[in-house]
């Protein structure tokens, strides 16, 4: 396995490997092991790439972003850090790709309903407040390849292309940023984003149940505020949402 040191800034340190099982599951061993705040992984490619549920993560050599950062500085709500790179990744791929991504709760990117990149957050172990003491983020971010039923940048008719490094790069700036803006207005900024807020969903929750309806909001929390046909408010924690379509009511 090839290992070396991509780039080092004042605030991330950052490696790239040639090949791994999962840049997160290696991150959160070396967060047991110290490593310091704002480490980054990046892999050309994943042999064990994860989703959440222990789904896989798909990409052949090369052709995707696969990277994951290791968060030292861990806020109250710790969802703040997966929508700072979420939106980070947002921000890259309009202004530097010319590609719209919309976002779904709580951590999809998506062009024209169609996935092209995945957040998977995972936490290390507690402190005795209950706090974690680090949190690994990961992307996979589909810049040149996806599989059937998701979509690419390349394939959405990107612009400017970019590498796995450039794309990265240009996304570390912009997560320095959001990270330091009031968390009301980092809230702001996810919701608004968000283009699952207004649509009629489907939230398939764990132990196979699922709600529909209409989906009103995010709480300060990250919890997804659904309104059901009943009139029932659902504040949904985790699940998999399905945008339906634009809710008329
Ligand atoms: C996610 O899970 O979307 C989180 C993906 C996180 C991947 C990154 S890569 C760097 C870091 N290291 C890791 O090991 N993981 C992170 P989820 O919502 O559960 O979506 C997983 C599902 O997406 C799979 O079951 C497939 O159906 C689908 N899928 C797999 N590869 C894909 C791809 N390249 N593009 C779009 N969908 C994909």
Redesign the pocket.
């Given at each position: 396995m090839r290992d070396q040191k991509a780039n080092q800034s004042e605030n991330w340190q950052i490696r790239r490997v040639s090949e791994t099982g999962?840049?997160?599951?290696d991150l959160l061993a070396e967060g047991a092991q110290g490593a310091p705040d704002r480490t980054v992984l990046r892999?050309d490619y994943?042999s064990?790439?994860?989703?959440?549920?222990d789904?896989?993560?798909?990409?052949p050599r090369g052709a995707?972003l696969?990277?994951?950062i290791l968060f030292r500085q861990v806020p109250a709500h710790t969802h703040v850090l997966t929508q700072a790179v979420a939106l980070a990744a947002a921000r890259v791929a309009r202004e530097h790709c010319g590609v719209d991504v919309v976002m779904k709760w709580p951590n999809?990117l998506l062009v024209q309903n169609e996935?092209?990149a995945?957040?998977?957050a995972q936490a290390g172990p507690l402190d005795t407040r209950g706090v974690p003491a680090f949190v690994v983020v990961?992307?996979?971010l589909?810049l040149e390849?996806?599989?059937p039923?998701?979509t690419s940048l390349a394939a959405s008719g990107w612009t400017q292309s970019a590498t796995p490094d450039e794309f990265l790069l240009s996304m570390l700036p912009c997560i320095d940023e959001l990270l330091a803006l009031p968390l009301e207005e980092m809230h702001e900024r996810y919701v608004v984003q968000l283009g699952t807020v207004g649509m009629r969903v489907r939230a398939e929750l764990p132990h196979d149940q699922e709600v529909v309806g209409r989906a009103t909001g995010v709480e300060a929390d990250g919890r997804l505020i659904v309104l059901d046909e009943c009139g029932v408010t659902h504040r949904i924690d985790t699940a998999?949402v399905v945008h339906l379509r634009p809710a008329v009511d």
């Open positions: 999962s840049t997160n599951t892999a994943q064990a790439g994860r989703g959440r549920l789904r896989a993560w798909e990409a995707n696969l990277v994951s999809d996935k092209v995945g957040i998977l990961g992307i996979g589909n390849w996806a599989p039923g998701a998999d």
